[in-house]
Nanobody, 122 residues
Framework: QVQLTESGGGLVQPGGSLRLSCAASGTIFSISVMGWYRQAPGKQRELVATITDGGSTNYADSVKGRFTISKDTAKDTIYLQMGSLKLEDTAVYYC????????????????WGQGTQVTVSS
C-alpha cells in the first residue's frame, strides 16, 4: 500500500505564493503518476496538475503559468509551487497517486492524501 502525506497549506494574500509538499511511503513501485486535486466549497473537484515518473507534467488551464509541479525522486516527494494566487484558488488540495494516468484523470486514483487547506484572502 501507498500512503501520501501532504503539508504546506495555509493562509496567503492574493498575489502571494505557497508551496505544497506530498511525501509518498509504502509500495512506491506501484506508482507511476502523482498529482494534485482541489475541492472548493460548492464547486466540482478539479484536477490541478500531474507528474509522471518520467517527469511529464500537465496542468489545468486555470493554473497554467502560475503553478508548477515537480518531484524529488530521492525523497519520494512531489511539490506544487503556487504563485500569483487568486481568491478562486481557495480549496482543499489533495495529493493523489496511481499506476494509471487515466485513473487519475477520471478522478479515481487509487491513493488520496488527507488534504491540506489553502486559503487565499486579503
Amino acid at each position: 500500500q501507498v500512503q501520501l502525506t501532504e503539508s504546506g497549506g495555509g493562509l496567503v494574500q492574493p498575489g502571494g505564493s505557497l508551496r505544497l509538499s506530498c511525501a509518498a511511503s509504502g509500495t512506491i513501485f506501484s506508482i507511476s503518476v502523482m498529482g494534485w486535486y482541489r475541492q472548493a466549497p460548492g464547486k466540482q473537484r478539479e484536477l490541478v496538475a500531474t507528474i509522471t515518473d518520467g517527469g511529464s507534467t500537465n496542468y489545468a488551464d486555470s493554473v497554467k503559468g502560475r503553478f508548477t509541479i515537480s518531484k524529488d525522486t530521492a525523497k519520494d516527494t512531489i511539490y506544487l509551487q503556487m504563485g500569483s494566487l487568486k481568491l478562486e484558488d481557495t480549496a482543499v488540495y489533495y495529493c493523489v497517486a496511481d499506476l494509471s494516468a487515466r485513473m487519475v484523470k477520471l478522478g479515481r486514483p487509487g491513493v488520496w492524501g488527507q488534504g491540506t487547506q489553502v486559503t487565499v484572502s486579503s
